[in-house]
């Protein structure tokens, strides 16, 4: 069974840092493309990040290049997501997902395993 855990949300201000950690089991990094998504209210999801496990490249969102920095620990089974400066409008519920069909990178539709998600919160 495949499950994804993600950790390390909360509330940060303006500038700020955050770590988020998705703990997977049930299935190998080298398989499938994993990404992180986020909703922010009233918004619909967006893919912000995912790597290609064809080759292990990584994609992000224009909003977030230069900002945001996803890796992996495959001895960890688990993948992160390093926001720096952090603005407002980067206040959503971040999930991470795979994509058990593909090793590459793909429209949030095709992403079948989904976390809980957790709370970034960035006050100005």
């Known amino acids: 069974e495949v499950q994804l855990v993600e950790s390390g949300g909360g509330l940060v201000q303006a500038g700020g840092s955050l770590r988020l950690s998705c703990l997977v089991s049930?299935?190998?990094?080298?398989?499938?493309?994993i990404g992180w998504f986020r909703q922010a209210p009233g918004k619909e999801r967006e893919r912000v990040s995912c790597?290609?496990?064809?080759?292990?490249?990584?994609e992000y969102a224009d909003s977030v290049t230069g900002r945001f920095t996803m890796s992996s620990d495959n001895a960890k089974n688990t993948v992160y997501l390093q926001m720096n400066s952090l603005k407002p409008e980067d206040t959503a519920v971040y999930y991470c997902?795979?994509?058990?069909?593909?090793?590459?990178?793909?429209?949030?539709?095709?992403?079948?395993?989904w976390g809980q998600g957790t709370q970034v919160t960035v006050s100005s």
């Open positions: 997902a795979v994509d058990s069909r593909s090793f590459y990178c793909s429209s949030e539709a095709w992403y079948d395993y």
């Open positions: 049930g299935f190998s990094f080298d398989d499938y493309s």
């Open positions: 790597i290609n496990s064809s080759d292990r490249s990584i």
